[in-house]
């Protein structure tokens, strides 16, 4: 089983900056790819950012050019720099790995941009 842990969520003022960390332990052989889902109250989870083994990244439309992917495989973990926060960016953020078709979930971090 693959334990992951988020990190770094917070308050913060529109136009500002955080970095979220997640932490993987666990049997954490054979994860293809990490990446970060959010959730705000009353809408579905959604993709915010996944990047492949081979370094590749994908954005949502919403956060392309303000948010950064990255991964360290030596320490087991991923993160993700946001950039130039909006109210609308407001949402409880979960790391996910994936083994193939296996997903598994962090408990997720609490991101707030208001002023």
């Known amino acids: 089983q693959v334990q992951l842990v988020e990190s770094g969520g917070g308050l913060v003022q529109p136009g500002g900056s955080l970095r979220l960390s997640c932490a993987a332990s666990?049997?954490?052989?054979?994860?293809?790819?990490m990446g970060w889902y959010r959730q705000a109250p009353g809408k579905e989870r959604e993709l915010v950012a996944v990047i492949l083994s081979g370094g590749i990244t994908n954005y949502a439309d919403s956060v392309k050019g303000r948010f950064t992917i990255s991964r360290d495989n030596a320490k087991n973990t991923v993160h993700l720099q946001m950039d130039s926060l909006k109210p609308e960016d407001t949402a409880v953020y979960y790391c996910?790995?994936?083994?193939?078709?296996?997903?598994?979930w962090g408990q997720g971090t609490q991101v707030t941009v208001s002023s």
């Open positions: 666990g049997s954490i052989f054979n994860i293809n790819v």
């Open positions: 996910n790995a994936r083994r193939f078709t296996t997903n598994f």
